[in-house]
């Protein structure tokens, strides 16, 4: 009878728990999206304080990964650190623009259209 009682308990438990959520599974271009979010997130300082006059440009392109990607949980909170890494780190070290700012833009640039061009080419259908 205890046996019967500890199932019946088992199985009132697990329905009441409602449906577990999945594992937020890493896909195999996390690391590149999270590269690309920081670098979104440097070049949103850099080209602020370089004068650029691009406003929210760089965030707006951060947003748009994340529409088009539509992480959630674990990923999406990896995507946004990234991008805040990015930022960070180049307000730590630059408050004005110099030589050594315009020369990172430049290479950001760089490994951000790389980055995307790898993507698209290897998992875009």
Known sequence: MSTRFLAIFVLILACACGPTRAQD???PFDADLQRLAEILGG???LRGICGS??????RNEMQALIDA???SGERRTRM???FNRGYNGFQQTYRSCTP???????????????ISRDLTARYAN
């Open 80 to 82: 946004i650190a990234g």
């Open 69 to 71: 990607e539509t992480p």
């Open 25 to 27: 599974v890493a896909a």
């Open 100 to 114: 050594a700012a315009t020369v990172a833009i430049r290479r950001y640039i760089e490994e951000g259209s790389k």
């Open 53 to 58: 006059n691009e406003g929210n440009k760089w």
């Open 43 to 45: 070049l949103h300082y």
